[in-house]
């Protein structure tokens, strides 16, 4: 009787300890292409959001990473790569643009409502440009050079 009763209890915690994370998900799907793959699942409910002076943690299954690129001018193909990181952000992003020649080249943000928040031209390769001062929400980073737009970020400040 003593060994069935061990032999019930063994097994019982060998199936408890197996258990990494769960979440009630509404669905969930796996997906592959030549870049790599993903599974990926909707509904998660269960998350919290700690805040710091030196930043924010969010705990959950699932964190949010979000790069949008609304649009990009094929005109500029391979010669350049513009960057926006991080996104999300607390306080500021950075612009990367990989190219030499800089004369030529600004920037514009602004808001959902598309009034401009702030307007510069790229004197460098990286710069810092500080939402510091505009609340929560999303915001749009618009990149010319000499007037014709070459690429469109969506930039979400959490």
Known sequence: MKQIFLIMILFWLCNYSGIAQTSVNAT???ASGSGGSLEASIGQVVFQTEYSPSGYLIQ???QPYEVSVITSNGEYG???SLNVFPNPTTNSVTLSIDIADLPGWNF???DLSGKTLQ???ISSNECAISLEK???GTYFLNVYNNSTLAKAFKIIKM
């Open 28 to 30: 969930g799907f796996p």
């Open 60 to 62: 959950g299954v699932q």
């Open 78 to 80: 391979g010669r350049v």
């Open 108 to 110: 514009v943000v602004f």
């Open 119 to 121: 307007e510069s031209s």
């Open 134 to 136: 505009q609340p929560l």
